[in-house]
């Protein structure tokens, strides 16, 4: 494979959305870098891209951590021109409000607010020395609104919203496309089905519709689209859902 001189990096390279994006970026001729907490998880994805003629470094990251979030998109940069970043991290939970003790709303807080303002201001200051750039942001149903039990996570998803307008009205006159992508509908993974297994039983599980959950590729497929847009028409925020989701 032909290789661009250019690198997309992932912050939050998990199995699913993460891993999807990479594989994408990858076949258009990206070479990745990916990060995630534990990088011996990103291992298969690494051999996957790799046995494809693709480019993959996989890092172990924490998010939260300024010095990683930096060092992360420097190595980035320095194997090829730093033009893609997506900040995917999932912090994902559920907890009544009597029940979200302060511990649990700042690591939440942390992983899906602070560590997109980290990665979104170190990409700037990378892509504003290139003169252009794509940073992407993955929100959620929660970065619109509080539902029951999600007061911790709505809350960061909604300020990470705020961080990725105020990026995007700040960056886009120099060249840096911000978008904040809401991702309102459950994604086809295990764990999903799981947990409709678990609320709903075996029967609603076999009954779901088809394309009633969101599969990864497809949302890779929307990421892009988004970086082929061209500035004199740019999205900032990109809905997406199952044509049956309701809304």
């Keep these: 494979m032909s290789r661009r001189n250019a690198t997309c990096a992932i912050i939050g390279a998990g199995d699913f959305i993460g891993s999807a994006i990479a594989r994408k970026f990858a076949a258009e001729d990206y070479s990745i870098f990916a990060g995630r907490r534990t990088s011996e998880k990103l291992e298969p994805l690494k051999r996957e891209i790799e046995a494809a003629g693709g480019a993959c470094e996989a890092r172990a990251l924490d998010a939260r951590k300024e010095d990683e979030i930096t060092a992360f998109l420097q190595a980035a940069d320095a194997h090829a021109p730093l033009e893609?970043?997506?900040?995917?991290?999932?912090?994902?939970?559920?907890?009544?409000?009597?029940?979200?003790?302060?511990?649990?709303?700042?690591?939440?807080?942390?992983?899906?607010?602070?560590?997109?303002?980290?990665?979104?201001?170190?990409?700037?200051?990378?892509?504003?020395?290139?003169?252009?750039?794509?940073?992407?942001?993955?929100?959620?149903?929660?970065?619109?609104?509080?539902?029951?039990?999600?007061?911790?996570?709505?809350?960061?998803?909604?300020?990470l919203r705020m961080v990725a307008q105020a990026m995007a009205r700040e960056l886009g006159p120099q060249n840096i496309h911000v978008a904040h992508l809401v991702i309102d509908a459950g994604v086809d993974t295990s764990f999903v089905r799981e947990r409709i297994k678990a609320a709903r039983g075996e029967a609603a599980l076999a009954a779901l519709p088809e394309h009633a959950l969101m599969n990864p590729n497809s949302i890779a497929n929307a990421y892009w689209a988004l970086h082929q847009q061209t500035p004199d028409a740019w999205t900032f925020e990109l809905d997406l859902r199952p044509h049956g989701e309701a809304w």
């Design 84 to 159: 893609v970043v997506i900040a995917n991290p999932g912090a994902n939970v559920n907890f009544p409000i009597l029940d979200t003790t302060e511990r649990v709303f700042f690591k939440v807080w942390e992983m899906a607010c602070k560590a997109g303002f980290l990665t979104g201001r170190e990409a700037a200051r990378i892509m504003l020395r290139h003169g252009r750039g794509s940073i992407f942001f993955t929100g959620a149903t929660a970065s619109l609104r509080g539902g029951s039990g999600y007061a911790a996570f709505a809350s960061a998803k909604a300020g």
